[in-house]
């Protein structure tokens, strides 16, 4: 008498379900984790561009000694040196916006080199003037890439979860008002070229 091999696919399917489910959501938990990590250091380098490179530029054109001292001279042109260098390296990170974050850096790059022969020619209200101008250019790209309204912060305490699929940070909105500043610098002189 023969033994009838009997298969049962529930075993099979279940195995094979296993197979393709484990791979992809260590695939998606991989890509969340870098994508997170990615935000994170966008955030790191858009606060160094605000804090290390803008706001030390905007204080240097208000300081009464500003034209006669040449260390404040010199503050002002590698602040605008600290910012270009994070630019360049975020534009290299956010690859969607490289030519807006290029734009700022140029303009940077034009101002630090004609910084000694541009800025002393100015009038107190235009260095005040420039001053905002560099704070609000600064503070558009933090607010941008820390833009918590839309919850893409990464920290524990402000930032999206772990499976958070919305829109990533930055806000365009932010991003293409400091490029518009940048560019035009309205209320200055036009930087030579």
């Given at each position: 008498?023969?033994?009838?091999?009997?298969?049962n696919?529930?075993p099979f399917?279940?195995?094979l379900?296993?197979?393709?489910?484990?791979?992809?959501?260590?695939?998606?938990?991989?890509?969340?984790?870098?994508k997170h990590?990615?935000?994170?250091?966008?955030?790191?380098?858009?606060?160094?561009?605000?804090?290390?490179?803008?706001?030390?530029a905007?204080?240097?054109?208000?300081?009464?000694?500003f034209?006669s001292d040449?260390?404040?001279m010199?503050?002002?042109?590698?602040?605008?040196?600290?910012?270009?260098?994070?630019?360049?390296?975020?534009?290299?990170?956010?690859?969607?916006?490289?030519?807006q974050?290029?734009?700022?850096?140029?303009?940077l790059?034009?101002?630090?080199?004609?910084?000694?022969?541009?800025t002393p020619?100015?009038?107190?209200s235009?260095?005040?003037?420039?001053?905002?101008?560099?704070?609000?250019?600064?503070?558009?790209?933090?607010?941008?890439?820390?833009?918590?309204?839309n919850?893409?912060g990464?920290?524990?305490?402000?930032?999206?979860?772990?499976?958070?699929?919305?829109?990533?940070?930055?806000?365009?909105?932010?991003?293409?008002?400091a490029?518009?500043?940048?560019v035009?610098?309205?209320?200055?002189?036009?930087?030579?070229?």
């Amino acid at each position: 008498m023969r033994k009838k091999l009997v298969i049962n696919a529930w075993p099979f399917i279940a195995v094979l379900l296993l197979a393709v489910i484990i791979p992809s959501l260590l695939y998606w938990t991989i890509e969340r984790n870098d994508k997170h990590a990615r935000w994170q250091t966008q955030l790191q380098l858009a606060r160094i561009f605000a804090f290390y490179g803008m706001d030390q530029a905007e204080v240097v054109p208000m300081h009464p000694n500003f034209t006669s001292d040449s260390a404040f001279m010199d503050t002002g042109w590698a602040a605008l040196q600290t910012g270009s260098v994070t630019l360049n390296t975020l534009s290299g990170l956010d690859l969607d916006r490289t030519n807006q974050l290029l734009r700022i850096e140029y303009m940077l790059n034009t101002m630090a080199s004609s910084w000694s022969a541009y800025t002393p020619g100015m009038n107190q209200s235009q260095r005040g003037t420039l001053g905002e101008l560099l704070h609000t250019i600064g503070h558009d790209i933090l607010y941008g890439y820390g833009n918590y309204i839309n919850y893409t912060g990464t920290s524990n305490l402000g930032g999206s979860f772990f499976w958070y699929t919305g829109s990533s940070p930055p806000d365009p909105n932010l991003v293409q008002q400091a490029v518009d500043l940048a560019v035009n610098l309205p209320g200055l002189p036009p930087l030579p070229q």
